[in-house]
């Protein structure tokens, strides 16, 4: 009995080198092969929706549609197998992505009927998610992640000085420029005030009147330096963690990653990192 739990623990720490961990030479291999897969089953999503493409290659772009999703079952299902919390891993950011990876296809199958399809249509179009999986394997992404999050409190003071800024600039506008110019209501000057300020310009409303042309130009001019503002947050927190050092250590019992490179304990859920 106690053979064979070791034996079985044996198997799941090599699963779980494999598949979580990407400084062995086999889990360098397992992550380029899942890459590639990942990027065929999107560029057969993709070629399915040309409807040439589809008429004439339909039946082996299903069939390739098959083979990935029973691929990606395995994937999830051997990622649940070698993680000591499997729930943990299911709930997380990435466990959600993997399972939106093969699930949609599965429900077209219960899901039948022509009426339905466009609902057929939109789990289809879920399938996109399999590019997501590719976000562990981007270091830079992780590293623009965790700067986002130690900016937002920071981004989100500014999105409120902004939302401040064009409820009153589109206040004034349609106390300027009336119904008669086309701000009929503050809700809609809000909506031109929103799209001056972002440089977007649809046209669609203009200021008519000397005043509200004056107006619009300070927006205008205030929305190019406002461009700048969290673009200087986010690389003030990316130029910061740049200075930290991480490793790609998966914790084997709840699987997160980003742990110091001088770390014992996993800093999520407190398993030892080195005695699995």
Request: charged share 15%; glycine share 6%; hydrophobic share 50%.
């Amino acid at each position: 009995m106690a053979n064979q739990q070791n034996s079985w623990k044996h198997i799941k720490n090599k699963l779980h080198e494999v598949i979580f961990e990407a400084d062995t030479l086999a889990g360098k291999l397992f992550d380029i092969a899942l890459i590639i897969a990942i990027l065929l089953s999107v560029g057969a999503v993709m070629l399915d929706s040309i409807k040439p493409i589809n008429v004439q290659y339909g039946n082996l772009l299903h069939l390739a549609e098959w083979v990935f999703t029973i691929l990606f079952t395995i994937e999830y299902g051997l990622r649940l197998l070698s993680v000591g919390h499997p729930m943990k891993y299911a709930k997380s950011f990435f466990g959600v992505i993997d399972l939106l990876a093969f699930l949609p296809t599965y429900l077209s199958v219960l899901i039948p009927g022509s009426q339905l399809f466009l609902v057929i249509r939109v789990l289809r179009v879920i399938r996109i998610f399999r590019v997501l999986k590719l976000l562990p394997y981007l270091i830079e992404a992780q590293l623009l992640m965790k700067a986002l999050a130690a900016s937002r409190r920071k981004i989100t003071v500014f999105l409120f000085t902004v939302l401040l800024a064009v409820i009153i600039m589109g206040s004034f506008m349609y106390v300027i420029e009336g119904e008669e110019n086309g701000f009929t209501s503050i809700p809609r000057s809000i909506y031109w005030s929103i799209v001056t300020l972002t440089t977007v310009g649809y046209g669609d409303l203009s200021p008519q009147t000397p005043l509200g042309q004056m107006l619009a130009s300070v927006i205008m001019i205030f929305g190019y330096g406002l461009i700048a503002v969290p673009t200087g947050i986010v690389s003030v927190e990316i130029a910061r963690k740049s200075f930290d050092k991480f490793t790609t250590q998966a914790c084997p019992q709840c699987s997160a990653e980003d742990h110091d490179s001088d770390a014992k304990f996993c800093k999520f859920c407190g398993a030892d990192l080195n005695n699995v």
